[in-house]
């Protein structure tokens, strides 16, 4: 099993998140003022390109901030695309 973390800005981004990857069964972890949208994935490697896609598309969609990942012990920041380019 594999476990990948994605930290949010808000409360309001981290349940965008929690929605656009419903298919993954995520959890949803407030601490303080500090939100996380946690998914447990299989060991193969489509269903994390599936949930890393997801991810992607939400973060492009909203457009205004980035998303922190944290997977295998790495952690990673997706940013939006300005003005649809990469």
Do not use: W
């Amino acid at each position: 099993m594999q476990t990948l973390t994605i930290e949010a800005a808000s409360l309001e981004s981290a349940q965008g998140l929690h929605y656009a990857l419903m298919g993954f069964e995520p959890e949803l972890i407030e601490a303080g003022n500090v939100y996380r949208v946690k998914l447990t994935l299989g060991r193969g490697d489509r269903a994390t390109v599936e949930a890393l896609n997801a991810i992607e598309r939400h973060v492009i969609h909203r457009g205004d901030a980035h998303a922190r990942i944290e997977m295998n012990g790495m952690n990673y920041t997706l940013h939006p695309r300005l003005n649809g380019t990469a």
